[in-house]
């Protein structure tokens, strides 16, 4: 056991140690510029999806692909995430998660258009499949099988696996803490909901998330709007604090503005998943006209995931009188409730319980999702996805039921590292080809089309699937 700490150990050095994070940012910074600023020039654009309903097809629309893609990156991250980032890179930090989400909005953008561009209609079911994987097959062709082979393994071991598992950690622990409910208990629960929704497919997925989401989005961002309203002379000073901090010009904590950047950049990019290779997963779900419309969509995700709610975070606990800078005392979960309790008062402290939950468990099936997904591409035997279902489940009640997760699902993070590596890698052979249908797009919109339409026959030079992109009136 211990030789496999150590191996998986060196392989989060290698990745998450120091050579991820500048990736991830100089490649985001790459796409922004050289798609012309994409995730600014459509920003409005990606506020119709709200608005828009099911598909009526029997495929996702995508609003239902949005939510399913948000309850999965809206999670623990978003109240303990912020916390540990301000505990251990001060105010500042926020200002460096701002900046990596509107980075990550251009990256989120083109690596879910191209996951739209490659889906594949499922013939067991008819319903869309696609992903890095399918984009590494029928992208850049059989010759890099052993490409999408590696991203599928480490989809599996780090979020239906190893995450899945932290998630049902956090809820039953959350659950111990403020409700005196046995992990047990909690763990018999949420595997027989996990069960219940995953046996379901993606449809079921798509419907729970429908309701969860909006319910844990809504009301945790009323909750900390309440308590900006209430400290409304505060915010433009807490404001500058963070932008101070940001940029060195007031410490608040040892490492100054090298902490606030690396904890910013770091936990921003852990929250909203830009470029990590999971979203694209889901966004090919979705039945649209153009594959830039469901990028535009998924760049909306992140921007709800970091600028929305890790900024309803940060600011609960800035606005607090219980964040001490330096002080390390108090950080993840606890600190987030300490906060919310000196502002509305012991009741606040169920409420984000809830919310704990809530988060969680929307990761838990999201996530699963995503280990459906890679195992269709590892294999078409009968049965295999069943195999996982069942395993699933009982990941989360063994997450549920151990004192810590992270004693025993020490690769997730590693191997989400490597995942990301590998998507990038196909990223920039395929960014070509992005930046193509990006054209695309731009030019019927140019010629007065409000709603452009992928038309394959502009792109019989690659392997699209006609099923997926038939022909419209």
Known sequence: MQALERFFGVIGDLTWGWSLVPILVIF???????????????????????????????QLSAREALLVSVGGRVGGGNI?????????????????MWAIALVGMATSLVECSLAQLYKRADPATGQYRGGPASAILH????????????????????????????????????????????????????????????FGGIQRIAKASDVIVPIMAVGYILMALIVIVMNITEVPSVIAHI????????????????????QGLRRGL??????????????????????????????????????????????????????????TDIDGVALTQSAMVSHLGEWSQYFLTVAVLLFAFSSVIYNYYLGENAISTLTKTPGAIIVLKVVVIGIVFLGAVAPSATSVFFFADPM???????????????????????????????????RPVLNIEDFSDLDLDPKAWPKRG
């Not at 990590?276 to 992140?302: D, Y």
């Open 416 to 450: 989400m590292g490597l995942l990301a590596l590998v998507n990038l890698l196909a990223l920039m052979m395929l960014f070509p080809i992005a930046l193509r249908v990006l054209q695309d797009f731009r030019k019927q919109l140019k010629a007065g089309v409000d």
């Open 28 to 58: 985001g910074v790459f796409i922004t510029i050289a798609t012309g600023f994409v995730q600014f020039q459509f920003f409005g654009r990606m506020f119709r999806v709200l608005t828009r309903g099911s598909s009526g097809s029997g």
């Open 243 to 262: 932008v101070s901090n940001a940029f060195g010009l007031e410490e608040a904590v040892s490492g100054g503005m090298g902490a606030a950047i690396a």
């Open 139 to 198: 992208g850049l062709g059989e010759n890099y099988r052993w490409l999408a082979v590696i991203y599928a393994i480490c989809l599996v071991a780090s979020f239906a696996l190893g995450f899945n598992a932290f998630q049902g950690n956090t809820v039953a622990g959350a659950a111990e803490a403020s409700l005196g409910i046995d992990r047990m208990w909690t763990g018999i629960f949420l595997s027989a909901l996990t069960g219940f929704i995953v």
């Open 270 to 327: 852990f929250s909203n998943e830009a470029g990590l290779g999971s979203a694209p997963n889901v966004a090919a779900t979705a039945e649209v006209r153009h594959p830039i419309s469901q990028g535009i969509t998924q760049a909306f995700s992140v921007f709800i995931d970091t600028i929305l709610i890790c900024s309803c975070t940060a600011f609960v606990i800035l606005l607090s009188d219980v964040y001490v800078p330096g002080a």
């Open 80 to 96: 303990a995430g912020v916390a540990v980032a301000i505990t251990l890179g001060g105010p500042g930090a926020v200002f460096w």
